[in-house]
């Protein structure tokens, strides 16, 4: 008789929550698009039972990303920022999401990005990026297509850390550094924005990720998700799923992605099973059980 007491009590706070969650100006779900253009597209991310901060809707999150893509102006020489998703108002594009199970901060990335690939964040012309309000053992984390810094890790402390952390993970989340990229050392390079916090905060991509002169490997001027858009594009979701689905492990948005022909480099054409995936389909059908 107890547990089902406190089963109902368990209930009926999580509805609570979640109905809480509910407020002016905060939206559930990617809103229509002003572009067809590839884009980034953002989250204000909890727990199960995590304290709304209203990062989403007190203006504070987009004022801080805004910076952020000024910064990304500034380290392309003026040239390129990313594209981020707008709503048809004007404002930034800020979904709410509250996890379904209870965490205590310190998972990996195969749950979000899962319950998020659930919930529809699942375009593969669409990079989502998560700043979670949470502690974690973590400042961050990022694989193509799904990105996530931690708010409450010891590792972020203010305004700059916030802005230089998203920078370095929405990197990850851009497929950086590849196989073929120079330096590369298990996905960074040093001294550039991969390197981030352990290179004392520096704004530098570093000559190795942008406009680096190789055409045999992917170059972040090339980048689709930035803006002005290059004349040889590519986009990292088409990229790394069709090398993932290569060895088993992710489903290609195209079939017919001929990667092989433009990126010819030795080192990225020896896709590494332990070290290439891609979420991109296939978590639709998620269930919390199991996971």
Same mark, same amino acid.
């Given at each position: 008789?107890?547990?089902?007491?406190?089963?109902?009590?368990?209930?009926?706070?999580?509805?609570?929550? @979640?109905?809480?969650?509910?407020?002016?100006?905060?939206?559930?779900?990617?809103?229509? &698009?002003?572009?067809?253009?590839?884009?980034? /597209?953002?989250? !204000?991310?909890?727990?199960?039972?995590?304290? &709304?901060?209203?990062?989403?809707?007190?203006?504070? %999150?987009?004022?801080? *990303?805004? =910076?952020?893509?000024?910064?990304?102006? =500034? %380290?392309?020489?003026?040239?390129?920022?990313?594209?981020?998703?707008?709503?048809?108002?004007?404002?930034?594009?800020?979904? @709410?999401?509250?996890?379904?199970?209870?965490?205590?901060?310190? !998972?990996?990335?195969? !749950?979000?990005?899962?319950?998020?690939?659930? *919930?529809?964040?699942?375009?593969?012309?669409?990079?989502?990026?998560? +700043?979670?309000?949470?502690? /974690?053992?973590?400042?961050?984390?990022?694989?193509?297509?799904?990105?996530?810094?931690?708010?409450?890790?010891?590792?972020?402390?203010?305004? #700059?850390?916030?802005?230089?952390?998203?920078?370095?993970?929405?990197? /990850?989340?851009?497929?950086?550094? +590849?196989?073929?990229?120079?330096?590369?050392?298990?996905?960074?390079?040093?001294?550039?924005?991969?390197?981030?916090?352990?290179?004392? $905060?520096?704004?530098?991509?570093?000559?190795? *990720?942008?406009?680096?002169?190789?055409?045999?490997?992917? $170059?972040?001027?090339?980048?689709?998700?930035?803006?002005?858009?290059? &004349?040889?594009?590519?986009?990292?979701?088409?990229?790394?799923?069709?090398?993932?689905?290569?060895?088993?492990?992710?489903?290609?948005?195209?079939?017919?992605?001929? +990667?092989?022909? #433009? !990126?010819?480099?030795?080192?990225?054409?020896?896709?590494?099973?332990?070290?290439?995936?891609?979420?991109?389909?296939?978590?639709?059908?998620?269930?919390?059980?199991?996971?």
């Amino acid at each position: 008789m107890n547990k089902i007491i406190l089963a109902f009590i368990l209930l009926i706070f999580t509805s609570s929550v @979640f109905a809480s969650d509910e407020k002016p100006g905060r939206f559930f779900e990617d809103q229509p &698009d002003v572009t067809e253009q590839p884009q980034v /597209h953002f989250i !204000y991310l909890l727990n199960k039972n995590s304290k &709304d901060n209203e990062w989403d809707i007190s203006g504070k %999150m987009e004022a801080e *990303l805004l =910076e952020a893509n000024q910064k990304m102006l =500034e %380290m392309t020489k003026g040239k390129q920022k990313f594209r981020f998703d707008f709503r048809k108002d004007g404002k930034l594009d800020i979904s @709410f999401v509250r996890f379904d199970k209870k965490y205590k901060g310190n !998972y990996g990335m195969n !749950y979000p990005d899962a319950y998020l690939t659930k *919930l529809g964040f699942n375009d593969p012309n669409k990079l989502y990026f998560a +700043w979670v309000d949470v502690g /974690h053992r973590d400042g961050g984390q990022g694989s193509v297509h799904h990105g996530y810094i931690f708010l409450k890790s010891k590792y972020i402390s203010g305004s #700059r850390k916030r802005i230089i952390m998203t920078l370095h993970e929405l990197t /990850h989340v851009a497929g950086f550094a +590849w196989e073929c990229t120079k330096g590369n050392q298990r996905g960074h390079v040093g001294s550039t924005i991969i390197g981030g916090p352990s290179t004392g $905060d520096m704004f530098s991509l570093g000559k190795y *990720l942008y406009d680096h002169g190789d055409p045999t490997c992917p $170059d972040m001027k090339d980048l689709v998700f930035l803006e002005p858009t290059s &004349d040889t594009p590519f986009n990292p979701v088409y990229l790394k799923c069709a090398m993932a689905a290569e060895v088993g492990r992710g489903i290609a948005p195209d079939n017919n992605y001929d +990667w092989r022909s #433009r !990126y010819s480099h030795k080192k990225l054409n020896k896709v590494k099973k332990k070290r290439t995936w891609c979420t991109y389909n296939r978590y639709k059908n998620y269930s919390d059980s199991g996971h």
